[in-house]
């Protein structure tokens, strides 16, 4: 695959996932909305206080995870080791943070045990609504699994030779990969 394509693949896929992470912000913002606007009797303030600060957190997470990853991502399309670099680090990083607060999101303060009154239960499932859990979680996953391949995908020899800065100026003046100059053999 040519050296252009592999750098288009790895720069939308940085991009895909900062643009997952801002509709996980969103969405985050809409179930804090719902909440704020919600009058339940039966759940507790413990459990409603839980449930906003794992929500609010995982708001403020994607959304600077979002900020970060978009300008990142459009630097990529430049040779600059150092684009390649703030890959490397910020993208598994994002992507366990990512994972850890899907794995620990707010359904947990309000899951129930099966033994509660169906009115209980019904508040609950308003609590954390389902159109929350489910395009956050698939969203977040996605953005995690698209980091994590950007941030492995960018040790390919090929791309670290197109990433590698010339003279100090950010690019390599006419670099030409050994993938690019065999043909792929």
């Not at 996980?24 to 459990?47: I, K």
């Not at 359904?107 to 019904?122: F, H, I, K, M």
Request: glycine share 10%; net charge neutral.
């Amino acid at each position: 695959m040519p050296v252009s394509t592999q750098v288009r693949l790895v720069r939308w896929s940085v991009l895909g996932a900062g643009l997952l992470l801002g509709l996980a912000a969103l969405l985050s913002w809409a179930a804090l909305a719902h909440l704020a606007g919600l009058h339940v009797t039966m759940v507790s303030d413990g459990q409603l206080r839980q449930a906003r600060t794992d929500m609010l957190n995982s708001l403020y997470t994607a959304a600077v995870s979002a900020l970060v990853l978009v300008p990142v991502g459009l630097l990529l399309g430049r040779p600059s080791s150092k684009a390649r670099t703030a890959v490397w680090i910020a993208a598994p990083i994002i992507a366990l943070t990512t994972l850890c607060f899907l794995v620990g999101g707010p359904e947990w303060a309000v899951a129930p045990t099966g033994d509660e009154p169906a009115v209980l239960r019904a508040e609950y499932a308003q609590v954390v609504p389902g159109w929350y859990v489910w395009p956050h979680g698939v969203a977040g996953l996605l953005a995690a699994a698209l980091l994590i391949f950007a941030s492995v995908y960018l040790t390919r020899a090929d791309l670290r030779e197109h990433y590698m800065d010339g003279s100090g100026s950010g690019g390599t003046a006419g670099y030409t990969s050994w993938i690019d100059r065999t043909g792929g053999a």
